[in-house]
């Protein structure tokens, strides 16, 4: 009963977010107005600004805002780490490789670019991971974090290589995106990343009782009836897809993943079906909020979605990194 | 009834096989115990046990059916293993870590919720611990976090329990009072296999004893059988003398001085 009110407090305050993320921009939108347009009364203009601009920039925060506050929780979980997110695993810049690579090549859409993305964040993770198993890294949390910068440094370095070729319009356009967006938004986009963000979070609620079992450790795991190996090696693929996905969509918003859960966490919620669950509705209220401050913080001009996320989730970090020491 | 039968197991480069040929059977209604200096293979046998570490040669069977043919689940439904360690990175409740057990039983979207409920609220007072049902597993003493482990064990509902060195580190009530346990579970019908050091408390409370040595099983049967000077100076490569518990008759062990003569053998 009082969990089932906390989830309404939170879904309501997402909403809340959400009406506000339609309602402020360069052109100020009275609640009233906004309502008449979303059903499509009133002021053609506005029509206009609510329905092309401002409704699926709003749709497209809150789905990536879901799908990284989901890999956030599944990837925590899996690898028993505080500190685990796609962005500082490296997985995000995997995917933003993949996704640029893709981009050189001519190749774009709806299917080839979140799977080129997905290609660069599976390799991306396997490579972190292998790195921290080869260092002995199982034991400290720290090692695979490391092995994540790294990677995440490579795939930076991979991603200017491309660039360097490419006319300057398209650097411009890919730094923006390289530091996360989700002002280019359109119904295009959000139609098949809401695709992406419904199947993985439905494979990770899927395999939610694996991670409470996983979180114990390899050897308890086990007892329990889990190979740890292929089960994690699942949750990391689903988790690389739905990252991949979010990156392909608005970029790199990095710190969502490692913030969420860790609120979700401080309602009180253990199991992993919930904590996935609320993460998704934290991460989608998170992203929404990010964004209207990334727009309000300095009219008319915008701050990079990824610079306002990485500004709370640093010292976020910081944080979690003293009390795991 | 688990029965381990000729098992080799090797660690990939390492020079030495770290279990060699070893036999013996762990049956329902009995405390069986593995003992053996550090590095001998008892936790290896474990490993194998939870198929982390694969079998070399020979077999392991469960009730008749050979590991390999079952699937984990199935496994995990009839023996309950509790590992040496275990450290939670995410500090759960009692209640939700204990129903953690019940994960072999459960559906992806869970099981029927009575029937664990039960099981879970059962596995917590065979454990004596339904009083902590509703504290954090970071708030438990270290004697209270392995009761914990057992609780959870328990409410797999399996038949066989299987712990490694379950007392280390748990003060002489503790320890006792997680013996009198495992006496107690095996005696109730539970086929119960415990690794230790404590060769005096396994003395008193195992049925039977298997001594490891090197990997190979250096001596078998009931603690007086096993509980002998020359064996046990041999493996423990230390002067010892067995005297007798006075409180219950059992084989007692006493490490004497040593006067410089001999010093066990480095661990490989």
């Known amino acids: 009963m009082k969990s089932s009110l906390l989830w309404l407090g939170i879904a309501i305050v997402v909403a809340l977010l959400a009406v506000a993320a339609i309602a402020y921009g360069a052109v100020p939108l009275e609640a009233r107005a906004v309502l008449d347009a979303l059903s499509g009364r009133g002021d053609p203009v506005t029509v206009a600004i609510v329905r092309t601009l401002r409704l699926p920039r709003a749709a497209l925060a809150l789905l990536v805002g879901a799908g990284l506050g989901m890999a956030g929780a599944a990837l925590q979980g899996a690898l028993r780490n505080a500190l685990a997110e796609p962005y500082l695993l490296g997985v995000s810049g995997g995917a933003a490789v993949g996704a640029v690579a893709a981009v050189a090549f001519g190749a774009s859409g709806p299917f080839v670019l979140p799977l080129a993305s997905f290609a660069g964040a599976a390799l991306a993770i396997a490579v972190a991971l292998g790195v921290a198993r080869a260092s002995g890294g199982r034991a400290d949390p720290r090692v695979l974090l490391m092995a994540g910068v790294i990677v995440g440094a490579f795939a930076n370095a991979a991603i200017m290589v491309l660039l360097a070729n490419a006319p300057p319009n398209a650097v411009r356009n890919a730094l923006w995106w390289m530091m996360g967006s989700v002002a280019d938004a359109g119904w295009l986009t959000v139609g098949w990343l809401s695709i992406y963000v419904t199947l993985g979070g439905a494979l990770l609620l899927w395999f939610a009782r694996d991670i409470d079992v996983l979180a114990l450790g390899e050897e308890s795991a086990a007892a329990l009836g889990v190979d740890a190996d292929r089960s994690s090696r699942t949750i990391f693929l689903i988790a690389a897809l739905l990252s991949a996905a979010t990156v392909a969509a608005a970029g790199l918003v990095g710190f969502v993943g490692l913030v969420v859960p860790h609120l979700v966490r401080s309602f009180g919620v253990r199991r992993h079906r919930a904590l996935i669950g609320g993460a998704a509705l934290v991460g989608a209220g998170l992203v929404v909020a990010a964004d209207l401050v990334a727009r309000l913080a300095r009219p008319p001009g915008e701050l990079p979605l990824g610079a306002v996320t990485a500004l709370v989730g640093v010292p976020f970090f910081l944080v979690q990194m003293r009390r795991l020491s | ?268």
């Open chain 2, 1 to 268: 009834m688990i029965i381990f039968e000729g098992a080799v197991i090797r660690y990939p480069r390492a020079a030495v096989t770290a279990v060699d040929s070893v036999s013996f059977g762990v049956p329902r209604g009995a405390l069986t115990a593995v003992v053996g200096p550090n590095g001998s293979g008892k936790s290896t046998l474990i490993r194998a046990l939870l198929r982390l570490t694969p079998l070399a040669g020979g077999a392991i069977t469960i009730d008749g059916t050979a590991l390999a043919q079952l699937d984990r689940r199935a496994f995990a439904r009839r023996v309950a293993v509790v590992t040496q360690r275990e450290a939670l990175v995410f500090p759960l409740p009692v209640w939700e870590y204990v129903a953690l057990g019940r994960h072999p039983h459960d559906n992806p979207w869970g099981a029927a919720p009575m029937r664990s409920d039960a099981s879970i609220g059962a596995a917590l007072d065979r454990a004596g611990i339904g009083a902590l049902a509703d504290r954090g597993t970071d708030a438990l003493s270290g004697g209270e976090w392995q009761r914990v482990r057992v609780a959870r064990a328990l409410a797999q509902g399996g038949e066989a329990l299987v712990l490694d060195e379950p007392t280390t580190f748990l003060d002489i009530a503790h320890e006792m009072a997680m013996f009198e346990l495992f006496s107690r579970l095996a005696h109730d019908g539970m086929a119960v296999l415990l690794v230790s050091h404590h060769l005096n408390l396994v003395a008193r409370f195992a049925d039977t004893m298997v001594l490891l040595h090197r990997g190979r099983v250096a001596a078998a049967g009931t603690p007086a059988a096993v509980m002998r000077v020359d064996i046990l100076e041999e493996v423990y490569e230390w002067p010892l003398l067995i005297t007798r518990d006075p409180a219950v008759g059992a084989p007692a062990l006493l490490p004497l001085r040593n006067r410089g003569l001999r010093s066990p053998t480095p661990i490989p």
